[in-house]
């Protein structure tokens, strides 16, 4: 049973999950969905969707694909309100945003947590079992937005240890094992001084080169980086071993 297992014990799992019939969701709302929950913030009161980046052509895309869904959209009394992306002053990362009632109410119907903060933040369960190219596609958006990778592995932090789990278990559908902790330091850009704990997933190892291959990321020096990871020597123990540590994450959620 789960709840014998202890730290340390070793654990034999499924290397890939298979999800029997997974749900046919746009993948254009899922790119748009993964930047919204990674770099995203909501007001409730307006139904106003706000996603902060650097990279101006990211947001310029994202546009794109708000207009492409043809939602209604409107602030305060106003309709047809245009999607912007608007420069940030004194900063270097610029802003789209735009409100919908319409959009609001198909996340909340998809289960996503609108106007949570980032310690409450969800990737839908829906999303989690989507078609294979829909992971993908949200996999690669997401790790886009938060992944970053050094010299021995790739790695995503987050306030919100259900987004780590799920992220988690979107990997395993692609054969992809990662290792899941928390730590605690320092919000980068939030105003509170004491360190709060924070959720991480790192993949490395013969798991890094699997997600080259099937995923890989669309900005271009993040790809760089991941692509001088995979050219080394692959260490398949310390990878499997570190693998190893938290399967029970893995056993919970099955």
Known sequence: AVKDIKNGDWVSIASKIDVKKPHMLDVNL???????????CERTDSCRVIITQN??????ELKDIVDKLGLKRHYGKYENVKVSVVKIKGRNSSILRFSSREYRDLLVKMGYAFGSNSGERIIPRIIQDCQIE?????????????GCCNEDNMEVWSKSKDVITALQYMLRRLGILGII????????NGKMKEKQEYWWIKVGGVYARIFNKQVGFGIKYKQN??????????????????????????????
């Open 30 to 40: 899922i790119k748009l969905i993964a930047w919204q929950i990674s770099e995203g």
């Open 55 to 60: 990279d101006v052509s990211v947001l310029k």
């Open 134 to 146: 829909g992971v993908k596609v949200f996999l690669r958006a997401y790790f886009d937005a938060e």
């Open 225 to 254: 980086k991941l692509d001088e990871l995979c050219k080394k020597k692959c260490k398949d123990r310390k990878s499997t071993r570190l693998n190893s540590v938290t399967l029970i994450y893995l056993v919970c959620r099955l």
């Open 181 to 188: 902790g928390s730590s605690f330091k320092k919000a980068i």
